[in-house]
């Protein structure tokens, strides 16, 4: 949920698994080191990769584009976490090509400033780079996301590598949780399939939850939510579920056992390979019969 708790949660977490020492606490940092190698895709396609800009009522975005090198394929829009457009979401991006898909992930901070968004080894125990990151996650809205998510998903549906006779899918991870279900509210007759991991503030008390949105939507869902996610708003995961439910729309919404709010990118300091590849396992799932 990118808020100091969350961080204290990290920080908890990494004193109690030997993952960071009282030494190292004063030194914490966070969403940009290095990342994990990923498992090999089996049978993976070659792909081809580009940086692009996309044209937008509010300027130019920058994205990074990546799709298989031949055919056409169902395209899948990638909303970053709070540490933004950077090597990891990258990586994550072609595995996901490699699977058979044309992906784009966006920088949804473009309006303030390109990628990369946030320095490496970020460090949210300082307040300057508190500020900064919260400023940018706070420049964002429901406007702007659904802004966003009609020039972004008409871009994916003039590439080549796009075929447009199947559904796209998005995804989204921590402060990108909420953006997934403003881009299938805003366009429901074109995604059919969205995932959110860790996703924050899927359930408010205001009037603009994203939640509320589900009615607008015609998509199947994978929610992923963290352990200490949940353990903060365990009815987040009992509102989702009758939303959905009533909308008659399926989803497939779990809280990942051992997991804290962040686990799923690997440059994460409490990435949990194990938990992170059967989240992504599901999404495949997902994919393969919602954007069939």
């Known amino acids: 949920m990118c ?88 990586q994550m991006g072609k595995r996901l090509a490699e699977s058979g898909y044309a992906v784009l992930v966006v920088n949804p901070f473009y309006r303030t400033k390109k990628a990369p968004t946030a320095p490496d080894h970020a460090d949210f125990n300082d307040p300057a780079t508190r500020q900064m990151l919260m400023s940018l996650h706070d420049s964002l809205t429901p406007t702007t996301a659904k802004t966003d998510a009609k020039a972004f998903i008409p871009y994916l549906d003039s590439q080549a590598a796009v075929d447009k006779k199947r559904k796209i899918g998005t995804t989204g991870y921590c402060m990108g949780g909420p953006l997934v279900f403003e881009t299938a509210a805003a366009l429901p007759g074109r995604v059919g399939a969205g995932a959110t991991f860790h996703g924050g503030g899927l359930v408010t008390d205001k009037p603009d939850s994203p939640h509320l949105l589900i009615p607008k939507m015609k998509a199947s869902y994978l929610i992923a939510i963290a352990e200490n996610d ?11 579920r009758d939303s959905f439910a009533k909308a008659k729309l399926p989803a497939q919404i779990e809280v990942y056992k051992g997991t804290m709010h962040g686990w799923c990118p690997p440059d ?8 992170a590849e059967k989240a992504w396992g599901r999404m495949l799932v997902l994919f393969k019969t919602a954007l069939a």
């Not at 994460?268 to 938990?275: A, F, G, K, T």
Request: zero cysteines; glycine letters at 8%; a negative charge.
């Open 3 to 90: 808020d100091n708790d969350s961080i204290n949660d990290i920080i908890e977490y990494k004193l109690r698994t030997g993952g960071l020492s009282r030494r190292q606490f004063g030194a914490l940092t966070l969403g940009v080191g290095v990342a994990s190698a990923l498992p090999p895709v089996a049978n993976a396609a070659e792909t081809k990769e580009s940086e692009v800009e996309i044209k937008t009522p509010d300027g130019t975005a920058d994205a990074y584009f990546v799709h298989p090198a031949t055919g056409k394929h169902p395209g899948v829009l990638i909303w970053p976490d709070l540490f933004g457009l950077r090597p990891t979401f990258k």
């Open 230 to 240: 949940d353990q903060k708003q365990p009815d987040a995961k009992n509102v989702l």
């Open 268 to 275: 994460s300091q409490v990435y949990n390979q194990e938990q």
